[in-house]
């Protein structure tokens, strides 16, 4: 009997064990996301975070009990950002909180000081009026196009890897399209400004190019693999990847001051 009721402890116990899940803590401050995880049973998890619902980074990381800093300016973007940590033996996200957006500087108001009169109020002189000079008219001056470099290797990758993707469900390869890349190469040195949907001009991302008809941008992925790795684990990304109405596929890879800017664009 004894015996018995020892086995149905460790049983118990093993239960008890194979149903713990991760824990995952998040914290926002000052711009900054910290992430500490415990209990996550396997040698090498998948961290994921999020802004508005959209990966803006995927990385691998240490199983079991861990941390790690997320660099800053992956949470600069004004949004509503969350973590995810998935393990072998379970999925846990949190959410981590919001980032407002930075204020416009504003002109400091000046302080209003009272000037003491002087007992005696010496008269001003009258300025004795000197000629004006008319001033030389300036060009104004144009926009600057973002410096950087377009990388064909990595736009190649993850053309290749879109098309595996989809002939492995069954779909059919996407065919490098010239106009697409053109558009690809404008949008991807727009995110040096702006890295939005939007253009920085206001106008919405198609108006780029009559030929497009979908559009997945990434930012700070190093690789084609990491970059594809967070496209493929969002439903919006994943769905213009595996759209059965497109035909055509234009990309590039855009790099500024270090950081890499990422652009699919998909026509029919």
């Not at 065919?175 to 702006?194: I, K, P, T, Y």
């Not at 497009?212 to 496209?231: C, P, Q, T």
């Amino acid at each position: 009997m004894k015996r018995t009721l020892v086995c149905l402890l460790l049983l118990l116990f093993c239960a008890t064990v194979a149903l713990a899940e991760p824990a995952l803590d998040a914290r926002l401050e000052n711009g900054r996301l910290a992430l500490r995880w415990t209990g996550c049973d396997c040698p090498e998890a998948t961290l994921t975070v999020y802004r508005d619902g959209w990966p803006v980074l995927v990385s691998s990381v240490r199983g079991i009990d861990g941390s790690f800093d997320v660099p800053l300016w992956y949470t600069q973007e004004a949004g509503d950002y969350a973590a995810q940590l998935r393990c072998s033996d379970g999925c846990v996200r949190v959410e981590a909180g919001s980032v407002d957006a930075t204020p416009t500087a504003q002109t400091p108001e000046q302080t209003a000081v009272a000037t003491p009169i002087p007992a005696t109020a010496a008269p001003t002189p009258e300025p004795t009026p000197m000629p004006t000079e008319v001033p030389t008219e300036k060009p104004t001056p144009q926009p600057t196009q973002a410096s950087g470099s377009n990388i064909a290797s990595l736009a190649e990758e993850v053309v290749r890897q879109t098309n595996l993707e989809r002939t492995s469900r069954g779909l059919s390869a996407l065919r490098v399209d010239a106009e697409l890349n053109r558009a690809a190469a404008v949008r991807a040195r727009e995110f040096v400004q702006s890295f939005s949907h939007t253009r920085p001009d206001g106008s919405d991302w198609s108006s780029v190019s009559s030929a497009v008809s979908g559009e997945n941008i990434a930012k700070g992925h190093d690789s084609a693999d990491r970059v594809m790795a967070a496209w493929m684990s969002s439903d919006g990304h994943r769905a213009n990847i595996l759209r059965a109405g497109f035909g055509r596929i234009g990309v590039c890879a855009w790099e500024a001051d270090g950081v890499l800017y990422w652009v699919q664009l998909f026509g029919v």
